[in-house]
């Protein structure tokens, strides 16, 4: 078999395209938040339920559940993900759902540094509840 010297560099050629079509996730959507901001780090359930006042701040947690409409379909929840502590979360109710424009931009199973909003709203009939929002993400390292 004669030597062809353009069957080396072509070889080479395909070989990184398909190594990098392999790293590259085409079904990730693009990132609609900013990257995490430096606040307080605090934990989950404190974020949650008690501890910080309303303001800012990061929580480490994984991505458990992520739940996107179907295109053409009116849902009452909006598209979101759930995070928490655990990668196993014991109860429902050790997880947060934080709703966001393109859920599918989170990894399952990945883990984050999420700054969020603390809100504390009043409802009609006088009760005070609080409201997370997400605000920005980070890959956790």
């Keep these: ?28 959507a693009e990132r609609t938040l900013p990257k995490a901001a430096e606040y307080e ?38 598209d979101g993900i759930t995070v928490a502590e655990h990668v196993a979360p014991d109860l429902p109710e050790d997880g947060l759902r934080l709703s966001v424009r393109e859920p599918d931009q989170f990894k399952r199973w990945g883990r984050y540094i999420f700054s969020v909003r603390v809100v504390e709203r009043t409802a009609g009939s006088g009760d005070v509840f609080r409201d997370v929002q997400l605000e920005g993400y980070s890959k956790a390292k």
Excluded at 63 to 68: D, G, P
């Design 1 to 28: 078999m004669p030597f062809r010297p353009w069957c080396t560099p072509v070889s080479i050629l395909l070989l990184s395209l398909v190594v990098a079509c392999s790293l590259v996730e085409p079904d990730r």
């Design 41 to 78: 780090l605090k934990s989950l359930m404190a974020v949650k339920y008690s501890a910080p006042a309303p303001g800012r701040y990061n929580v480490e947690a994984y991505v458990v559940t992520i739940s996107e409409c179907p295109k053409d379909a009116r849902c009452a929840i909006p």
